[in-house]
């Protein structure tokens, strides 16, 4: 389940200098050829959680150091970019026409 960051806002939020950000990856292997990961970012009160997973194909060998690195890159990549979407969302509130935010790449 992803939790909105926006709507469990705290009233009163810390400054950056006064946070910290922690990422947690946790995977689970479903018994056969599937694993996942999830990417849990906890900021203050504040929990996002990116998914990503992989499928072995019968015939790829078993490498599953390899299987957690391409699960965990594409949790972290859901992350940014919900990350991402959230700044963005938070930016147009302030309603500055001046103001542009690239494309996250």
């Given amino acids: 389940m992803t939790v909105n960051l ?3 806002r705290p009233q ?3 400054t950056l200098e006064q946070s910290v950000w922690r990422i947690e990856l946790a995977f ?3 018994g056969r050829n599937r694993l ?3 990417a849990v970012l906890t900021a ?3 929990r996002l959680v990116g998914r990503g997973d992989t499928r072995k194909h019968p015939s790829d060998p078993d490498v599953p150091t390899v299987a ?3 699960a965990a890159s594409r949790a972290l990549v859901d992350l940014a970019a919900q990350l991402d979407e959230i700044a963005r969302i938070e930016f147009r ?3 500055n026409p001046d ?3 690239a494309p996250l790449r």
């Fill in 6 to 8: 926006i709507a469990e």
């Fill in 12 to 14: 009163v939020r810390p």
């Fill in 28 to 30: 689970t292997h479903d």
């Fill in 36 to 38: 996942r990961a999830d």
């Fill in 44 to 46: 203050g009160l504040d």
């Fill in 68 to 70: 957690a690195q391409v």
């Fill in 93 to 95: 509130s302030w309603e």
């Fill in 99 to 101: 103001f542009f935010l």
